[in-house]
Structures are given as C-alpha cells and as structure tokens.
C-alpha cells in the first residue's frame, strides 16, 4: 500500500507561482513512480507531469511545458510540483499518483496505470 498527500494548493493571482507537495508513504519511496493530474469542473482529469522512480526523467503536459517544474527528494518521500506563470485556465483540483510497475527511468500518461492516488488539493488563479 501507498499512501499519498497533496499539500501547496491555494488561491493564487495570474502569473504568480505554488508549489505543490506530494507526500508519500507505506512503501519504499523509490519503487514508483509519481504523476501530477488536475481535474477542472465539468472536465476529465488529465495529466500534467510525471516524474520516474529515479528522478532521471521526467515528462510533461504541452500546457504546462516550461512553467512547471516536477521533482522528488527521496530522502524526505516527497514528489514537488513548482508551478510558475500560472494562468486562470490552470484551476483545478491536483492530485499526485503513484505507479510501482514501471522500470526505474520509465514514465507514464495514462492516469489508469497509476495505482494509488491523494485526496487532491485545490488550486485557484484569478485573472
């Protein structure tokens, strides 16, 4: 089992910066890999970055392409999102997942690989 817990959200004025914290624990930390995905009222969750077991890698949505940063620090079991120039189109609610069958640089989109999932935390931007 995995246990994980998204902290950071918040509200937010447009082309201000979050970071978003995923805590993670109950098993070896670097055995999975990790995955941010949002969900908009009314939308599908989509996903937004991931990052692999090693922290060697890392992919990310074309939305959020070079104004998010993903992260891990395997010492403290935490997975960071830094998110900067954020936008109004960027609200939702960001959950953290985890995927423990993927070789250690892989990475995965597809939120139905991921196994366990946070409670989410919610994110606003004001235009």
């Known amino acids: 089992q995995v246990q994980l817990v998204e902290s950071g959200g918040g509200l937010v004025q447009a082309g201000g910066s979050l970071r978003l914290s995923c805590a993670a624990s109950?098993?070896?930390?670097?055995?999975?890999?990790v995955g941010w995905f949002r969900q908009a009222p009314g939308k599908e969750r989509e996903f937004v970055a991931a990052i692999s077991r090693s922290g060697g890698n890392t992919y990310y949505a074309d939305s959020v392409q070079g104004r998010f940063t993903i992260s891990r620090d395997n010492a403290k079991n935490t997975v960071y999102l830094q998110m900067n120039s954020l936008k109004p189109e960027d609200t939702a609610v960001y959950y953290c997942?985890?995927?423990?069958?993927?070789?250690?640089?892989?990475?995965?989109?597809?939120?139905?690989?991921?196994?366990?999932w946070g409670q989410g935390t919610q994110v606003t931007v004001s235009s």
């Open positions: 109950g098993r070896t930390f670097r055995s999975y890999a």
């Open positions: 997942a985890a995927d423990l069958t993927l070789a250690p640089e892989g990475i995965t989109t597809t939120r139905y690989d991921y196994e366990y």
